[in-house]
């Protein structure tokens, strides 16, 4: 498969994955999967770790974490707001 098509592919991958990509580029997404094994995979791939993540509970961040990160962001007016 032309390198050019998979790199296409790779650049509208994550509004194919979200279901957020117009008909006419999934129909281009899919045709081009249909042939390419490689870019298949990485789909295949992305598609189930995304899935994963999101069966999988959240961790909590710990508070003394949280205050170190929202400090370092310069975040400090949400501290009182976070849970």
């Given at each position: 498969?032309?390198?050019?098509?998979?790199?296409?592919?790779l650049e509208n991958?994550?509004?194919y994955l979200d279901g957020e990509a117009s008909a006419e580029l999934c129909?281009?997404?899919e045709r081009h999967l249909d042939g390419c094994t490689d870019c298949r995979v990485v789909v295949d791939t992305?598609?189930?770790t995304s899935a994963l993540y999101h069966e999988l509970p959240?961790?909590?961040?710990?508070?003394?974490?949280r205050?170190?990160?929202y400090k370092?962001?310069?975040l400090s007016e949400f501290l009182?707001?976070?849970a």
């Open positions: 498969m032309e390198k050019a098509a998979c790199h296409h592919l991958l994550a509004g129909a281009e997404l992305l598609r189930k959240q961790p909590e961040l710990p508070p003394a974490a205050l170190r990160l370092s962001l310069d009182n707001s976070s």
